[in-house]
């Protein structure tokens, strides 16, 4: 069984278009993120939930929500699509609260905007 | 976070032991080193963490220097599937949201 998935592993689409990538683990973790890779290779976080709250907010543009329906879950919508938020998005998750944890990264939603 | 030092790229020979070695000069008391890798596409691979003392798994060791302030991953006998950027990142252990602070990384190579 997947430990952390994404859906979907690309994403395609034009500027200016609305799009959701959903993200869910099954390890019962209660802390997710989200991180962006750019095209320099460089790893950023951006949001961070636990226990569906969120946690950590780092400048990113308010065209980007993430919505956490349940522990299980974290989504990002990003609205408006721009051509510099052509990335590769990766969720991860840990168990939060020991502040000594691992995280698990999922494979990664490639986006390219046109 | 404590910033971190790596060198850009390393090589290694398939079956001899890669040391990747990380400085972390103005780590605190209560940073934890962490190691992770991510193998080309993939997402990030937890690989090992410590906070003072050596640390070994399946995956490999962690030798913290006395003085915390550099430190090495040691993979004992690389394959060529451990071809990898390797990330050295320190992090305070209590809760402070957790986000991982990813620098550069060095690019690992293992030949045949």
């Known amino acids: 069984d997947t430990a952390v998935s994404q859906t979907p592993k690309y994403l395609v689409t034009q500027m200016g278009n609305d799009k959701s990538i959903k993200c869910e683990q099954n390890l019962g973790h209660d802390t997710m993120y989200w991180y962006k890779q750019d095209s320099k290779k460089f790893l950023k976080i951006m949001f961070s939930y636990n226990n569906k709250e969120l946690i950590i907010n780092e400048t990113v543009p308010n065209r980007f929500s993430p919505k956490s329906p349940d522990k299980a879950h974290l989504n990002l919508h990003i609205n408006s699509l721009e051509l510099g938020d052509s990335a590769v998005y990766f969720c991860?998750?840990?168990?939060?609260?020991?502040?000594?944890?691992?995280?698990?990264f999922g494979p990664g939603t490639r986006l390219t905007v046109l | 976070d404590a910033k971190t030092t790596q060198p850009t790229s390393m090589d290694c020979a398939e079956g001899r032991a890669a040391n990747l070695p990380c400085n972390h000069s103005?780590?605190?008391?209560?940073?934890?080193v962490y190691w992770y890798r991510q193998i080309h596409s993939q997402g990030p691979q937890y690989i090992i963490h410590g906070l003072k003392n050596n640390e070994t798994n399946e995956m490999a060791s962690l030798i913290i220097t006395e003085d915390r302030k550099s430190s090495t991953l040691i993979l004992p006998h690389a394959t060529l599937r451990d071809t990898a950027v390797y990330y050295c990142?320190?992090?305070?252990?209590?809760?402070?949201?957790?986000?991982?602070?990813f620098g550069k990384g060095t690019s690992l190579l293992v030949t045949p």
């Open positions: 990142i320190v992090r305070v252990g209590s809760y402070s949201g957790y986000a991982l602070n």
């Open positions: 991860a998750s840990s168990h939060g609260t020991s502040g000594n944890s691992e995280q698990f």
């Open positions: 103005t780590i605190s008391g209560n940073e934890y």
